[in-house]
């Protein structure tokens, strides 16, 4: 499903696409899926998904939400989007929820009347009174080494269906990211496209949850893919693995 390699692919140029991110991301599953859509750099570790590849994980994880009863409507806290907002499970959840027409939070106001929780494996600040979906945020997605008790361990999407349900988004007036400055559908719709590969490593002014949501959104219209560094391995730079992934270091603000 993942490829772990120190080898960059090569992205192809789809003609930018209009619409919201899911739009987009049903666009370009169709007609480029197999483009790399997100990388992602931790230490020696390398991840990369193509388009086709996150959406596959985009429908295992809106089964998983609708087996715990959440979808369009409800309130999602993505802790694990504040937390690490650089890690591709971030990227997967972000997209699920604005599939599914959930309503993702990172606000830690959110987390007491959430429908449910998202954590990584610090799952610190989450209401035990929320159901929690605890990520390993292993390379691979493997299973959480020191569960919370009565957690669901999101390795168990694994085992949902690969079919992508059908689309339910919420309306574009409304809110599609509550943060401090809340964002909506239309904002997201109407962010420049993206064309190529786009770096943004940890400390970078673009390694928020919002700055996400526009970079993914951007790079869905445009046919372009992120790449996330969250650290470098040894002797490495952010400088070389720009240039290995052909990647920009420009970035958008909102």
């Known amino acids: 499903m993942v490829q772990l390699s120190r080898t960059p692919s090569s992205t192809p140029g789809p003609r930018p696409a209009a619409g919201d991110p899911v739009s ?31 959406g596959t994980w985009v429908a295992k994880t809106v089964h998983l939400m609708s087996e715990e009863g959440v979808g369009r409507g409800d309130l999602v806290h993505l802790q694990v989007l504040s937390s690490h907002p650089l890690h591709w499970v971030s990227c997967c959840w972000l997209l699920a929820t604005w599939w599914s027409g959930a309503t993702p939070s990172v606000l830690p106001t959110d987390s007491s009347r959430a429908a449910l929780a998202v954590a990584g494996p610090d799952a610190t600040g989450c209401d035990p009174r929320v159901p929690l979906v605890q990520c390993s945020l292993e390379p691979l997605a493997g299973p959480c080494q020191d569960p919370v008790p009565g957690a669901i361990d999101y390795c168990e999407a694994l085992a949902m269906p690969d079919e992508m349900p059908g689309a339910t988004p919420a309306p574009l007036a409304q809110t599609w990211l509550a943060d401090v400055d809340p964002m909506n559908g239309r904002s997201l719709a109407g962010v420049p496209p993206v064309a190529g590969p786009l770096l943004v490593a940890t400390g970078d002014p673009g390694a928020t949850p919002a700055h996400l949501a526009v970079l993914l959104a951007g790079c869905l219209r445009g046919g372009g893919s992120l790449v996330l560094v969250e650290s470098t391995g040894s002797g490495t730079t952010i400088e070389q693995i720009a240039r290995q992934e052909r990647a920009s270091r420009d970035g958008l603000t909102r």
Do not use: F, N
Request: glycine share 12%; hydrophobic share 30%; aromatic share 6%.
């Open 24 to 54: 987009t991301l049903a666009q370009r599953i169709g007609e480029s899926g197999a483009g790399p859509l997100v990388t992602w750099y931790r230490g020696p570790d390398r991840v990369e998904l193509s388009t086709r590849t996150v």
